[in-house]
């Protein structure tokens, strides 16, 4: 089964970026679906953005023209470019492939802070 690994979280001041990374194990052209999920202490999960095979992508309001979610076949991985970070994006970020009922990643913190 194929696996899911991010990479590229940390501390970044306010207005700062910075860039995830999810690799798959194997290739991602199996997924229909591949996208980022973030949650913060004491809420719940929440789709930050997510990329289909084929259609558009799609963003959080939260996040709208800040990030954005590329996917790249030939490196079997999905990135999150996040910029002019905020406070509330502190959170644990997972990848994920084909929805809440599919494949996690074991996730990565961003904090953002000062």
């Known amino acids: 089964q194929v696996q899911l690994a991010e990479s590229g979280g940390g501390l970044v001041q306010p207005g700062g970026s910075l860039r995830l990374s999810c690799t798959a194990s194997?290739?991602?052209?199996?997924?229909?679906?591949m996208g980022w999920y973030r949650q913060a202490p004491g809420k719940q999960r929440e789709l930050v953005a997510d990329i289909p095979r084929v259609g558009r992508t799609s963003y959080a309001d939260s996040v709208k023209g800040r990030f954005t979610i590329s996917r790249d076949y030939a490196k079997n991985t999905v990135d999150l470019q996040m910029n002019s970070l905020l406070p509330e994006d502190t959170a644990v970020y997972y990848c994920?492939?084909?929805?809440?009922?599919?494949?996690w990643g074991q996730g990565t913190q961003v904090t953002v802070s000062s």
């Open positions: 194997g290739t991602i052209r199996v997924f229909d679906t």
């Open positions: 994920n492939a084909n929805g809440q009922s599919g494949l």
